[in-house]
């Protein structure tokens, strides 16, 4: 039940999307570096000790064999190598808990960075993108998709620094304590790279489409529980649960093959690992027999070559992390990457001048204004009307007719395909987004009430207002006498999932428009879905609201804007009568039908 269409998802990520999703991470972690370093510094002390140590285990192995059958160990030598193994080893502990308290340190605070960047983001693109895409998508990627990096960043980064430095040294260990041994050792590689590159081919396509289908399922979750009173009107519980348990399968199924290729990872190293050590026990063995090598070499090398095997399994866990790394921050970035609204960084403001808005007059024209949300289906067709200041607006017509499109691209919510709007003789494409809301203040039908008190809500981004302004809109707003009902009155806790009902909720809005003093209105369908009284209560603040100022009004109740200076009648985009509620009654054309009709397919 689903309000925006499935995407496909993704069957594979090629070399192209991996190197750039890496490279765009590397970008955007230069902050990180020097932390990194430090902690590479710290497994890069924890790895030499580590290479150290075999040399003293091997001094260790030769007196207890060597004097085994004799009774004559020197234990001097036994507890002094005893007690440098342990200090070694405790010295390592510590650097590899640094490094790992560091890094961690590190990928949080970069996953804080992304979600903060993806904050502004949102900011920052246009709202068509939200038109196509579910909340719950977006919401996955500042969430799941973000996490999935900065965990597996936390664990692929420290396992890879370890590995190489582990591999330089114990291969380096390796060839001082045994060449022959080491040439044997060296054998297990091409396999254990066969297999590493085997399973990341299959697995890594099942990851991408992993995080994707987290991202769909989420927004089949998040579209659930939003609209929840529907669901439960229309009886459409079942289907909304079958939608939703397909969806669930098919990420239950995708998860399960991205675990079962990356748990194949760890058993195929260790299986080549078993065979390197009984090559080595063999050749060890004859070297032995030879004299050419004494039992602590033999405990060195073994030592060794579990240290050189361990990165080489590392490598294969980091490398089977990294896909999760891979495939969510392709996500993340893809997003950072969207089209942003165009810059204004050079645009000024043109109309509001030193005293603020009282100079704009609100003289508002539409010169030859088409627009369309697809390429191939035009909505609006070369729409021109010039609004005098001061006069109310009433925009009517049925669905589709381009009533609310054309606040839209009053706003610069959309540009216009062509032609253009101009306040004041100004045209809205050289003034900056942030001055044409400025000067408008809305009321909207879908009325928005955040977490915070009432006032908050009221003087919302307009905190230096007064106690005794404050209390005058309230009461021009009719919402005076409820707030006084309230507990702590203006002080009282609001949600929009609270209890205040919608005509409640738009007389706040009303208010905070008045609060905001903007020259411009836009009233759109702010008395749908009340009573009679609620209505009549809003109908009074919207007339004060109204007062002085150029207002846009779309309602559904013709009935409520009888009273406007000029009525446009749209329909499929065009302006097919415009004039009075009088003069257009008398007309007895589309608009005179839709009044005596009372009905309307919006």
Same mark, same amino acid.
Not at 213 to 229: A, T, W
Not at 327 to 337: C, G, N, T
Not at 404 to 431: A, H, P, W
Not at 572 to 597: C, P, R
């Given at each position: 039940?689903?309000?925006?269409?499935?995407?496909?998802?993704?069957?594979?990520?090629?070399?192209?999307?991996?190197?750039?999703?890496?490279?765009?991470?590397?970008?955007?972690?230069?902050?990180?570096?020097?932390?990194?370093?430090?902690?590479?510094?710290?497994?890069?002390?924890?790895?030499i000790i580590s290479i150290i140590a075999p040399q003293f285990l091997s001094d260790l192995t030769n007196e207890i064999a060597n004097n085994a059958q004799t009774k004559n160990i020197n234990m001097e030598i036994v507890s002094k190598n005893g007690i440098i193994l342990a200090c070694l080893y405790f010295a390592s502990a510590l650097l590899t808990y640094g490094s790992s308290f560091i890094l961690t340190g590190v990928t949080q605070k970069y996953a804080n960075s992304l979600r903060r960047s993806i904050s502004i983001k949102i900011n920052k693109i246009p709202l068509s993108y939200f038109d196509s895409h579910q909340v719950g998508d977006i919401l996955s990627r500042v969430t799941n998709d973000v996490d999935s990096v900065a965990q597996s960043l936390d664990q692929s980064i420290s396992m890879l620094l370890q590995a190489v430095f582990m591999l330089?040294?114990?291969?380096?260990?390796?060839?001082?304590?045994?060449?022959?041994?080491?040439?044997?050792?060296?054998?297990?590689?091409?396999?254990?790279?066969?297999?590493?590159?085997?399973?990341?081919?299959?697995?890594?396509?099942?990851?991408?489409?992993?995080?994707?289908?987290?991202?769909?399922?989420?927004?089949?979750?998040?579209?659930?529980?939003?609209?929840?009173?529907?669901?439960?009107?229309?009886?459409?519980?079942?289907?909304?649960?079958?939608?939703?348990?397909?969806?669930?399968?098919?990420?239950?199924?995708?998860?399960?093959?991205?675990?079962?290729?990356?748990?194949?990872?760890?058993?195929?190293?260790?299986?080549?690992?078993?065979?390197?050590?009984?090559?080595?026990?063999?050749?060890?063995?004859?070297?032995?027999?030879?004299?050419?090598?004494?039992?602590?070499?033999?405990?060195?090398?073994?030592?060794?070559?579990?240290?050189?095997?361990?990165?080489?399994?590392?490598?294969?866990?980091?490398?089977?992390?990294?896909?999760?790394?891979?495939?969510?921050?392709?996500?993340?970035?893809?997003?950072?990457?969207?089209?942003?609204?165009?810059?204004?960084?050079?645009?000024?403001?043109?109309?509001?001048?030193?005293?603020?808005?009282?100079?704009?007059?609100?003289?508002?024209?539409?010169?030859?204004?088409?627009?369309?949300?697809?390429?191939? #289906? *035009?909505? /609006?067709?070369?729409? %021109?009307?010039? $609004?005098?200041?001061?006069?109310?607006? @009433? !925009?009517?017509?049925?669905?589709?007719?381009?009533?609310?499109?054309?606040?839209?691209?009053?706003?610069?919510?959309?540009?216009?395909?062509?032609?253009?709007?101009?306040?004041?003789?100004?045209?809205?494409?050289?003034?900056?987004?942030?001055?044409?809301?400025?000067?408008?203040?809305?009321?909207?039908?879908?009325?928005?009430?955040?977490?915070?008190?009432? #006032? *908050?809500? /009221?003087?919302?981004? %307009?905190?230096? $207002?007064?106690?005794?302004?404050?209390? @005058? !809109?309230?009461?021009?707003?009719?919402?005076?006498?409820?707030?006084?009902?309230?507990?702590?009155?203006?002080?009282?806790?609001?949600?929009?999932?609270?209890?205040?009902?919608?005509?409640?909720?738009?007389?706040?809005?009303?208010?905070?428009?008045?609060?905001?003093?903007?020259?411009?209105?836009?009233?759109?369908?702010?008395?749908?879905?009340?009573?009679? #009284?609620?209505?009549?209560?809003?109908?009074?603040?919207?007339?004060?609201?109204?007062?002085?100022?150029?207002?846009?009004?779309?309602?559904?109740?013709?009935?409520?804007?009888?009273?406007?200076?000029?009525?446009?009648?749209?329909?499929?985009?065009?302006?097919?009568?415009?004039?009075?509620?009088?003069?257009?009654?008398?007309?007895?054309?589309?608009?005179?039908?839709?009044?005596?009709?009372?009905?309307?397919?919006?």
């Amino acid at each position: 039940m689903s309000m925006h269409p499935k995407r496909d998802l993704p069957k594979k990520i090629s070399k192209d999307e991996m190197k750039k999703a890496f490279k765009n991470i590397l970008g955007t972690s230069k902050n990180f570096y020097i932390s990194i370093l430090i902690a590479a510094l710290f497994i890069l002390g924890g790895v030499i000790i580590s290479i150290i140590a075999p040399q003293f285990l091997s001094d260790l192995t030769n007196e207890i064999a060597n004097n085994a059958q004799t009774k004559n160990i020197n234990m001097e030598i036994v507890s002094k190598n005893g007690i440098i193994l342990a200090c070694l080893y405790f010295a390592s502990a510590l650097l590899t808990y640094g490094s790992s308290f560091i890094l961690t340190g590190v990928t949080q605070k970069y996953a804080n960075s992304l979600r903060r960047s993806i904050s502004i983001k949102i900011n920052k693109i246009p709202l068509s993108y939200f038109d196509s895409h579910q909340v719950g998508d977006i919401l996955s990627r500042v969430t799941n998709d973000v996490d999935s990096v900065a965990q597996s960043l936390d664990q692929s980064i420290s396992m890879l620094l370890q590995a190489v430095f582990m591999l330089i040294g114990s291969l380096i260990g390796m060839f001082v304590t045994s060449y022959l041994m080491a040439f044997v050792a060296l054998l297990s590689i091409p396999l254990m790279l066969l297999f590493i590159g085997l399973i990341m081919k299959f697995a890594m396509p099942q990851f991408i489409k992993r995080q994707e289908e987290i991202g769909q399922i989420n927004g089949v979750i998040e579209e659930k529980y939003s609209g929840q009173l529907i669901i439960k009107l229309f009886n459409a519980e079942n289907r909304v649960n079958t939608n939703f348990n397909r969806q669930n399968s098919e990420l239950g199924s995708t998860m399960f093959k991205a675990q079962i290729y990356g748990g194949l990872m760890q058993p195929l190293m260790n299986f080549i690992s078993y065979f390197a050590y009984i090559a080595i026990l063999v050749v060890g063995g004859l070297l032995l027999s030879e004299g050419k090598v004494d039992y602590g070499t033999i405990t060195a090398f073994l030592v060794y070559i579990r240290l050189f095997q361990q990165p080489m399994t590392q490598i294969a866990q980091a490398m089977n992390t990294l896909q999760t790394t891979g495939a969510a921050s392709k996500r993340v970035f893809d997003f950072l990457e969207e089209n942003e609204l165009s810059d204004e960084s050079k645009l000024t403001r043109k109309l509001a001048g030193p005293d603020g808005k009282e100079n704009i007059k609100g003289e508002v024209e539409f010169k030859h204004v088409c627009f369309s949300y697809d390429p191939s #289906r *035009e909505i /609006i067709h070369d729409f %021109s009307a010039k $609004i005098k200041p001061g006069s109310k607006v @009433a !925009i009517v017509g049925p669905t589709g007719a381009g009533k609310t499109t054309m606040v839209n691209l009053l706003m610069r919510f959309y540009e216009v395909n062509s032609g253009e709007i101009l306040i004041d003789g100004v045209s809205t494409k050289d003034m900056p987004r942030e001055e044409i809301h400025d000067i408008f203040g809305m009321v909207l039908q879908d009325t928005w009430v955040f977490d915070g008190s009432m #006032r *908050e809500n /009221i003087v919302f981004n %307009s905190p230096d $207002i007064s106690d005794e302004e404050l209390k @005058a !809109i309230c009461k021009e707003a009719n919402i005076y006498h409820f707030i006084r009902t309230l507990p702590g009155k203006l002080n009282c806790q609001l949600s929009n999932a609270g209890s205040i009902s919608s005509g409640q909720k738009q007389l706040i809005t009303i208010a905070r428009a008045m609060v905001r003093k903007a020259p411009l209105l836009i009233l759109d369908e702010a008395t749908s879905n009340v009573d009679t #009284r609620t209505e009549e209560l809003i109908q009074e603040a919207m007339d004060k609201l109204t007062k002085g100022r150029t207002s846009f009004v779309i309602a559904h109740r013709l009935s409520t804007i009888k009273n406007a200076d000029l009525i446009l009648v749209m329909k499929d985009g065009n302006i097919v009568e415009q004039g009075t509620h009088e003069s257009l009654m008398k007309d007895n054309g589309f608009y005179a039908s839709l009044y005596n009709s009372q009905f309307s397919f919006e």
